[in-house]
T-cell receptor
Framework: GAVVSQHPSWVICKSGTSVKIECRSL??????MFWYRQFPKQSLMLMAT?????????EQGVEKDKFLINHASLTLSTLTVTSAHPEDSSFYIC?????????????FGDGTRLSIL | EDQVTQSPEALRLQEGESSSLNCSYT??????LFWYRQDPGKGPEFLFT???AGEEKEKERLKATLTKKESFLHITAPKPEDSATYLC???????????FGTGTSLTVIP
């Protein structure tokens, strides 16, 4: 089945550090990938839609200069949390959908636990 | 406004005690309704897609059904390994976005 790989799975770093998270679709091409944030015992909150070869679309309230998204190829999107602070600590999850099959589900990575000290 | 509501928020079952989870939705034209399972510290794992009212899908002890306003995830004779959070999402005909419910946390007690 479709597989999405997310790396790293866990990051602990000091306040002010920038952190990059990678999301790869391993067996299909994805012109669109999605980045979510999830707080404990809450559902997924869509942060942005990553579009291959063009700018990401951010949801209301999400700072585009804080959360930089790059979708340089059909199998890779990256999310960079710039100058991270403790309030950015969260579980970040990416997803992707096979571009040739628009009615198919999103497939998710295993998430990245980000802890800012 | 497109919206998804799941109930109950949490459910505790004895092993073998069948039950159903509910997903009510409001969407301007449904493209698909999706069920996922999420284990702690992991990303959601895809279970089912339903496209039209009356459709049903089954996988092992799980069966998903769809009407014009809601979907049910029926769990027959659950086992402890079925314990997880079950998420429902809908996609409208226009746009790429999925709208997720807040999930039902299922605990199956041996």
């Amino acid at each position: 089945g479709a597989v999405v790989s997310q790396h790293p799975s866990w990051v602990i770093c000091k306040s002010g550090t920038s952190v990059k998270i990678e999301c790869r679709s391993l067996d299909f091409q994805a012109t669109t990938m999605f980045w979510y944030r999830q707080f404990p015992k809450q559902s997924l909150m869509l942060m942005a839609t990553s579009n291959e070869g063009s700018k990401a679309t951010y949801e209301q309230g999400v700072e585009k200069d804080k959360f930089l998204i790059n979708h340089a190829s059909l199998t890779l999107s990256t999310l960079t949390v710039t100058s991270a602070h403790p309030e950015d600590s969260s579980f970040y999850i990416c997803s992707a959908r096979d571009q040739g099959r628009p009615n198919q589900p999103q497939h998710f990575g295993d998430g990245t636990r980000l802890s800012i000290l | 406004e497109d919206q998804v509501t799941q109930s109950p928020e949490a459910l505790r079952l004895q092993e073998g005690e069948s039950s159903s989870l509910n997903c009510s939705y409001t969407v301007s034209g449904l493209r698909g309704l999706f069920w996922y399972r999420q284990d702690p510290g992991k990303g959601p794992e895809f279970l089912f897609t339903l496209y039209s009212a009356g459709e049903e899908k089954e996988k092992e002890r799980l069966k998903a059904t769809l009407t014009k306003k809601e979907s049910f995830l029926h769990i027959t004779a659950p086992k402890p390994e079925d314990s997880a959070t079950y998420l429902c999402a809908v996609q409208a005909r226009t746009g790429n976005q999925f709208y997720f419910g807040t999930g039902t946390s299922l605990t199956v007690i041996p």
